[in-house]
């Protein structure tokens, strides 16, 4: 069974910084992307940024220039790095990765749980 466990969410100042981080685990084949999305409170879960295999990389709009996603594939894990934190940032982070438990599959959506971030004064 897959997994996607997130992890470095908190409560930081207005114009403070936080990194995530989002490990997935079990049985997993390939992956063919992973990446971060936002749910605020009343709000549509939005893209935050997405990582592919081939290096392509995709920022919503409101967070380019102080977010910043990366991957290491050999560790299944995805790091959004969150600096000059924003108040309208505040939401429930959730990871998501596409990939294959079995090479004769196809591709399918996992999700982790969600990880909180406040920023606040």
């Known amino acids: 069974q897959v997994q996607l466990l997130e992890s470095g969410g908190g409560l930081v100042q207005p114009g403070g910084s936080l990194r995530l981080s989002c490990t997935a685990s079990g049985r997993i084949s390939k992956i063919n992307a992973m990446g971060w999305y936002r749910q605020a409170l009343g709000k549509e879960r939005e893209l935050v940024a997405t990582a592919t295999s081939d290096a392509s990389i995709n920022y919503a709009d409101s967070v380019k220039d102080r977010f910043t996603v990366s991957r290491d594939s050999a560790k299944n894990t995805v790091y959004l790095q969150m600096n000059s934190l924003k108040p309208e940032d505040t939401a429930v982070y959730y990871c998501?990765?596409?990939?294959?438990?079995?090479?004769?599959?196809?591709?399918?959506?996992?999700w982790g749980q969600g990880t909180q971030v406040t920023v606040s004064s």
């Open positions: 998501n990765a596409v990939l294959k438990v079995f090479s004769w599959q196809t591709f399918s959506l996992y």
